[in-house]
């Protein structure tokens, strides 16, 4: 069992930066990928990014690449998610998942957070 508690989240103007956390509790953290999911209002939720298990690889989506950047701490059961250059199109509930399973390149979460809300004003 993972249970996974997301931090950081707020208001920013435009092109202002926030750092997400998400603390794990349960000692199997460091064996589960790590990834970070969004929703915005009226619409699905969608992947954003996500880390290995080891930290040595990351993904991004291409909405956010080049401006986000996850990394992980297995000593402190923490991932983070930097978010720079942020505009109003990123606003969204953020919510951090653990998974091992990748379906057709898509992580399955097997656990989820319970999210934090980022707004950016224009």
């Known amino acids: 069992q993972v249970q996974l508690v997301e931090s950081g989240g707020g208001l920013v103007q435009a092109g202002g930066s926030l750092r997400l956390s998400c603390a794990a509790s349960?000692?199997?953290?460091?064996?589960?990928?790590m990834g970070w999911f969004r929703q915005a209002p009226g619409k699905e939720r969608e992947f954003v990014a996500a880390i290995s298990w080891s930290g040595g690889n990351t993904y991004y989506a291409d909405s956010v690449k080049g401006r986000f950047t996850s990394s992980r701490d297995n000593g402190k059961n923490t991932v983070y998610l930097q978010m720079n250059s942020l505009k109003p199109e990123d606003t969204a509930v953020y919510y951090c998942?653990?998974?091992?399973?990748?379906?057709?390149?898509?992580?399955?979460?097997?656990?989820w957070g319970q999210g934090t809300r980022v707004t950016v004003s224009s």
């Open positions: 998942a653990a998974y091992r399973t990748v379906v057709a390149g898509t992580p399955i979460p097997a656990y």
């Open positions: 349960g000692r199997t953290f460091s064996s589960y990928n």
